[in-house]
């Protein structure tokens, strides 16, 4: 068994992206920027939208982070978009999700400019990458497909198993590993909450993206010897036998699928360290104008 490791990439590609952004400056350019707007106090939103804040900082892009209360009314999240579409110094940003009941997530995600649209959750990205055409990904999906490339994995003819149908994840993942592309030409099937005999679908897998959100669910008798394991899930589960109470784990049984797996993610550490990064390239993307011009 080896280990895909998402911390080492993700340190290989933000030098990496640093160093474009210092060779921007040098041309005259100006530094990549991105914004990010929190709504609330969700301790989950606060730690993420930190985290991208925190990633741009360190490899000289500029960020701008507006938070709004949590009462804030649905027209003034609008208008906060409104106005970073309009602001040419913003190359993309991103409303943090989810959003309070009362503000409707898919009015406000409507509502970004696709050309600014660096989360690619808007449906004119989301079109445009079903169609293979340029676009910005998702960026866990996004996440995926570097790793992938990056330890080139094959997965040309081989059959992956996608556990989940997400809008940002699972749905989105099967379409790119299905595409004339590398990494692509595999055979995909979407496994969800629905499907009959899944365990019957796993041990068929040559590679499995798990992306349920179910602790530990995918357990080593139900995946073949030899599989590679892609594990999207962060999941908080109790342990009070440890300092903070919880422990993360993925979707992913890990103790008894790795040792059956030739390659998989940990969690943490694994597919979630590149997500950020994901969100970087889609930035810098955004500041060279490469995807829409
Ligand atoms: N909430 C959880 N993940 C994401 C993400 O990738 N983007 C945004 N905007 N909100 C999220």
Redesign the pocket.
């Known amino acids: 068994m080896n280990i895909l490791d998402g911390k080492q990439l993700a340190k290989e590609i933000l030098a990496e992206l640093a160093e474009e952004v210092r060779e921007l400056l040098a041309n005259g350019g100006r530094a990549p920027h991105l914004a ?1 707007v929190l709504v609330g106090d969700d301790p989950a ?1 606060q730690v ?1 939208v930190r985290n991208k804040v925190r990633s741009c900082e360190k490899i000289g892009f500029r960020s701008t982070l507006i938070r709004r209360p949590a009462d804030i009314s649905e027209a003034e999240v609008l208008d906060v978009v409104d106005q970073l579409n309009r602001d040419d110094e913003v190359d993309g940003f ?5 959003l309070p009941g009362h503000i409707n997530e898919e009015k406000v995600t409507l509502a970004i400019q696709p050309e600014k649209d660096v ?1 690619g ?1 808007h449906p004119v990205n989301f079109g445009r990458m079903a169609q293979g055409l340029p676009c910005y990904l ?3 999906p996004a996440g995926i497909l570097e790793m992938m490339r990056r330890y080139e994995i094959e997965t040309e003819g081989k059959e992956v198993v996608v556990i989940g149908r997400s809008n ?1 994840v699972g749905t989105p993942i099967s379409i790119l590993l299905s595409r004339k592309a590398y990494p692509g030409n595999a055979t995909v099937t979407i496994c969800h909450s629905r499907t009959k005999g899944l365990e019957g679908h796993l041990r068929r897998a040559d590679i499995i993206v798990a992306a349920i959100g179910i602790p530990e669910f995918v357990k080593g008798d139900m995946v073949k010897e030899g599989v590679v394991v892609i594990d999207v899930g962060i999941n908080r589960v109790d342990a009070p036998e440890t300092e903070k109470g919880y422990r993360l784990c993925g979707d992913v049984d890990f103790s008894s699928v790795s040792p059956k797996a030739s390659l998989i993610t940990p969690v943490p550490g694994g597919v979630g360290q590149l ?1 950020v990064v994901s ?1 970087l390239i889609n930035t810098l993307k955004a500041a060279k104008r490469e995807i829409y011009v």
């Open positions: 990010a939103s993420y991103i409303v943090q999700l989810p989360d959750f998702p960026a866990t940002i997500t969100l």
